[in-house]
């Protein structure tokens, strides 16, 4: 059974830090491009952060560049996002998805599998 589970979410100030997890089991990540998505309240779903099979490439969201890591483990089916500095505007269910290789890294549309999401709060 495919699963992705995100943790590490919850509430922080304005300029505060937190590191999401997403760990991943019914398939191997190696084949896939792993990603992060946010959904705020009353928006669309944005790309957030992704990174290719070997992690040596990323790609973030502009409004995120700068202050957000992606980083991801194999070995151990799990993909992590260090979140700096955080606003208020980053406040969303953050959602972990994994992409077998379809479309651009940032397009929802290729994204196959997807987690539940965790919810971040940033108050000011």
């Known amino acids: 059974q495919v699963q992705l589970v995100e943790s590490g979410g919850g509430s922080v100030q304005t300029g505060g830090s937190l590191r999401l997890s997403c760990a991943v089991s019914g398939f191997t990540i190696n084949n896939y491009r792993m990603a992060w998505f946010r959904q705020a309240p009353g928006k669309e779903r944005e790309f957030v952060a992704g990174v290719e099979w070997s992690g040596r490439y990323k790609y973030y969201g502009d409004s995120v560049k700068g202050r957000f890591t992606i980083s991801r483990d194999n070995a151990k089916n799990l993909v992590a996002l260090q979140m700096n500095s955080l606003t208020p505007e980053d406040t969303a269910v953050y959602y972990c998805?994994?992409?077998?290789?379809?479309?651009?890294?940032?397009?929802?549309?290729?994204?196959?599998?997807w987690g539940q999401g965790t919810q971040v709060t940033v108050s000011s």
């Open positions: 998805a994994a992409n077998g290789g379809y479309g651009h890294i940032k397009s929802m549309s290729g994204y196959k599998h």
